[in-house]
């Protein structure tokens, strides 16, 4: 394991964006980057295409999370 410097918005955004998903601060930024990579390596997919892709491969079914419209 590293240490990665980042600037203190970042940083910041960073410790807000993790106490709302309920992950660790080492945990958002691992979220990040490897959502980040997969947008990269897959510019033609959306982010909740990329995100069901990988809850798909975890074995999840992203359709059984949808909230149903009122």
């Known amino acids: ?9 970042l940083h910041d955004n960073l410790r807000r ?3 709302v ?7 958002q930024a691992g979220f990040w980057i490897k959502v ?3 947008c990269e390596m897959n510019p ?4 909740q295409e990329i995100v069901c892709r ?3 491969a975890a074995g999840v079914d992203p ?3 949808r909230v149903a419209e009122a």
């Open 1 to 9: 394991m590293g240490i990665v410097n980042i600037d203190d918005q």
């Open 17 to 19: 964006a993790s106490a």
């Open 21 to 27: 998903s309920g992950r660790s601060i080492n945990a």
């Open 36 to 38: 980040g990579m997969l």
């Open 44 to 47: 033609g997919l959306s982010y």
């Open 54 to 56: 990988e809850l798909r």
């Open 63 to 65: 359709g059984a999370l």
